[in-house]
């Protein structure tokens, strides 16, 4: 276990470390406790074991470890539960697997595979991926990976798939109505420059097919045919830095403790035309900033900005969409416009400024 003592002195957002290697240091522990444990103490360890044993104090760990990471461990496999269920206006109900392994088999590397199939669109989809971990600690890896799946139409994913039951966010999928096909082969390489910055490069081709009537005019080709299917080649960077937010490292998992500062979220990408029979010339950027404000006595106040620009001619694939979810659920989703119908307006530039209030509950 090592503990910061001099926070105060110069900031470190590592605020407390649990090594994977200190549960089976008993020697180590031995001489950090300095003398032998006494019958008392032996006693109390023996009644607390007990006391867990019948409270199922294990299972209980183990659940809230499978519900923070999203994935359920089996031996030296692991079940991403993202994989098993999701639901969308364009899909439907999505039912699959995916199986990855973890780090009981190795350390230095993981891969998997998934499947899934919607009964809307009766369309079967599939993935797989291969990461070679640099730098365990700071999570430097080497990401390779090819899918052929569908995608939101005009939206945008910062980092992958997060796993976050807590976020209002999650929900906003349920909205999706409009997606493409794509075809994508990756590879990228990132990591954490400092524990609260993420930096990763990426560099991508994929083929897209529309999947309804909509059709686009590459004004770059000399033909001027109207097109069903597009092949993209990209370079960009994705950047995500909680400023001033302190973690915990407790083995292989990274806790966020949270922070007062602004959460940034950047995503810069390139298309090059020509360039592995890319068709499409374009640059695409995407900004989000949060922030929450606590106020004693009253409640918490959250704010939340977003924006996008895209340069270039590209079908709607590759435009910026405000995010609606006007429909008649009672289901309200944060940093929405829940007056607007999803996939309802398609733009080249936008930017919004969303703000909450939640009071403290009236103890009446």
């Given at each position: 276990?090592?503990?910061?003592?001099a926070v105060k002195e110069r900031f470190n957002a590592v605020q407390l470390e649990v090594l994977p290697s200190a549960v089976d240091n008993t020697l180590g522990l031995k001489r950090a406790r300095g003398e032998e444990s006494t019958?008392?103490?032996?006693?109390?360890?023996?009644?607390?074991?007990?006391?867990?044993?019948?409270?199922?104090?294990?299972?209980?760990?183990?659940?809230?470890?499978?519900?923070?990471?999203?994935?359920?461990?089996?031996?030296?496999?692991?079940?991403?539960?993202?994989?098993?269920?999701?639901?969308?206006?364009?899909?439907?109900?999505?039912?699959?697997?995916?199986?990855?392994?973890?780090?009981?088999?190795?350390?230095?590397?993981?891969?998997?595979?998934?499947?899934?199939?919607?009964?809307?669109?009766?369309?079967?989809?599939?993935?797989?991926?291969?990461?070679?971990?640099?730098?365990?600690?700071?999570?430097?890896?080497?990401?390779?990976?090819?899918?052929?799946?569908?995608?939101?139409?005009?939206?945008?994913?910062?980092?992958?798939?997060?796993?976050?039951?807590?976020?209002?966010?999650?929900?906003?999928?349920?909205?999706?109505?409009?997606?493409?096909?794509?075809r994508k082969a990756t590879v990228a390489i990132g990591g954490y420059l400092t524990q609260n910055f993420h930096f990763k490069l990426e560099n991508n081709y994929r083929r897209i097919d529309f999947l309804d009537n909509y059709r686009?005019?590459?004004?770059?080709?000399?033909?001027?045919?109207?097109?069903?299917?597009?092949?993209?080649?990209?370079?960009?960077?994705?950047?995500?830095?909680?400023?001033?937010?302190?973690?915990?490292?407790?083995?292989?998992?990274?806790?966020?403790?949270?922070?007062?500062?602004?959460?940034?979220?950047?995503?810069?990408?390139?298309?090059?035309?020509?360039?592995?029979?890319?068709?499409?010339?374009?640059?695409?950027?995407?900004?989000?900033?949060?922030?929450?404000?606590?106020?004693?006595?009253?409640?918490?106040?959250?704010?939340?900005?977003?924006?996008?620009?895209?340069?270039?001619?590209?079908?709607?694939?590759?435009?910026?969409?405000?995010?609606?979810?006007?429909?008649?659920?009672?289901?309200?989703?944060?940093?929405?416009?829940?007056?607007?119908?999803?996939?309802?307006?398609?733009?080249?530039?936008?930017?919004?400024?969303?703000?909450?209030?939640?009071?403290?509950?009236?103890?009446?």
């Open positions: 276990v090592v503990f910061d003592v019958q008392k103490e032996l006693a109390t360890y023996h009644f607390v074991d007990s006391l867990s044993k019948e409270l199922n104090l294990e299972r209980i760990v183990d659940m809230a470890t499978i519900l923070s990471t999203g994935k359920i461990p089996i031996k030296k496999l692991s079940i991403p539960i993202w994989r098993l269920s999701d639901f969308n206006q364009h899909e439907g109900y999505r039912l699959g697997l995916g199986l990855e392994t973890n780090s009981r088999l190795s350390k230095c590397f993981s891969t998997g595979g998934y499947f899934a199939h919607g009964f809307k669109d009766r369309s079967w989809k599939w993935g797989g991926n291969l990461d070679i971990i640099l730098h365990q600690k700071r999570a430097v890896k080497l990401e390779l990976n090819y899918i052929d799946d569908v995608f939101e139409r005009g939206g945008v994913n910062y980092a992958g798939y997060n796993f976050d039951l807590s976020s209002g966010a999650l929900y906003r999928n349920f909205f999706i109505n409009q997606m493409e096909r794509q686009f005019v590459n004004m770059l080709n000399e033909d001027g045919t109207a097109s069903t299917s597009f092949d993209v080649a990209e370079t960009g960077v994705v950047i995500n830095w909680s400023i001033r937010e302190r973690i915990m490292l407790l083995g292989e998992q990274r806790v966020p403790l949270g922070s007062k500062y602004p959460k940034i979220q950047l995503k810069a990408m390139k298309g090059w035309n020509s360039i592995f029979d890319g068709q499409l010339d374009y640059y695409r950027f995407n900004l989000s900033i949060s922030q929450n404000f606590s106020i004693r006595g009253v409640g918490k106040l959250y704010l939340n900005s977003t924006c996008g620009l895209t340069i270039g001619e590209v079908p709607l694939a590759l435009m910026q969409m405000p995010f609606g979810t006007n429909r008649n659920w009672n289901l309200t989703v944060p940093n929405t416009f829940e007056t607007m119908q999803a996939a309802e307006f398609f733009t080249d530039k936008h930017t919004a400024l969303f703000f909450r209030f939640a009071f403290i509950p009236l103890k009446i």
